[in-house]
């Protein structure tokens, strides 16, 4: 029997790395975010993966994605971002709202939609990709941090709440994550400032890092619950503290 794994945000950076490699570790896997042509081609490099627009921040969008499934083992609730660097004197209440509802509401969203489909297959697992950001404050990261904060809280409540249904709670804490989108959204399309993040950085991870991490502890028997893999390049010994070399 082939399980099904739903990978939200997967038209780029670690969501798409984390569609491939369950993929290859032999799911089914239906990968949802806006952007259909990318998923398209995704799908079309991949033939069991299926794609499906997905906006989370639209209940009905994550109400057709869960009329589409005919079963559901493993969500990864990815879909997110930071939007905005100002101090939170100067934050836009509009970058708070938004990331607010991406990374928490659109998590939650997803999550009752899915969760009888997880607890019916027997052996669910359900993956929050918070962040280092979900533990530790900076200075302009105040919105995205309070979201990543909230999602953490949502996956500790859950895994309470779920004891004793077959249903694992996992949470993914990535560092710095050199991907196609992160930077350049909470940059609003500035490249060269996006690119500025990882200067320097010997070798930031990779989506594909991450990707590993999520199969890795998706596939654990079914009594074995990873319950919080927080994951840094070995530049990044803290959340201010990294190596950088040149320039
Ligand atoms: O970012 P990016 P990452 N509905 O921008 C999707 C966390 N994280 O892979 O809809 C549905 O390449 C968007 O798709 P689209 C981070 O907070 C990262 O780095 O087509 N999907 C795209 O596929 C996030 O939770 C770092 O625009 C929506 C995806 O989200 C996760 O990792 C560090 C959507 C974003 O891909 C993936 O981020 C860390 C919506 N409304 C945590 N809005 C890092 N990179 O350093 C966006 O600690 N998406």
Redesign the pocket.
């Known amino acids: 029997m082939r399980k099904t794994a739903v990978v ?9 790395a984390t569609a491939r490699r369950l993929a290859a570790e032999g799911f089914d896997v239906v990968a ?4 259909r042509d ?1 998923l398209d081609k995704l799908a079309a490099e991949t033939p069991s993966i299926r794609p499906v627009t ?4 639209a209940q009905e969008s994550v109400d057709a994605l869960a009329a589409s499934l005919e079963r559901c083992d493993v969500l990864v609730n ?5 939007y905005g660097l100002e101090p939170v004197a100067e934050g836009r209440l509009e970058d708070w709202r938004h990331m607010y509802d ?2 928490v509401l ?1 998590s939650l969203r997803v999550t009752q939609a899915l969760l009888p489909r997880l607890v019916e297959s027997g052996d669910g697992v359900l993956v929050m ?5 979900a533990f530790d404050a900076y200075e302009g990261g105040g919105g ?1 941090v309070a979201a ?1 904060h909230a999602l953490r809280t949502m996956a500790e409540t859950l895994r309470l709440e779920l004891v004793g249904q077959p249903v694992r709670i996992v949470e993914i ?13 909470r940059f609003r399309g500035d490249e060269a400032a996006a690119a500025r993040v990882y200067a320097g950085v010997p070798d930031p991870l990779s ?1 594909d890092d991450v990707a590993d991490a999520i199969a890795w502890a998706v596939t654990r028997p079914a009594h074995v619950n990873v319950d919080r893999m927080v994951i840094r390049p070995r530049a990044q010994a803290a959340q201010h503290k990294v190596h950088r070399v040149g320039g």
Not at 8 to 16: D, P
Not at 54 to 57: E, N, S, Y
């Open positions: 939200t945000g997967a038209s780029s950076g670690i969501g798409e949802g975010a806006r952007r990318r997905l906006d989370v921040t990815n879909a997110g971002g930071a991406v990374n659109g990709l918070t962040s280092t950001a995205y990543k804490a990535p560092g710095m994550v050199k991907t196609e989108g992160f930077a350049v959204t989506s």
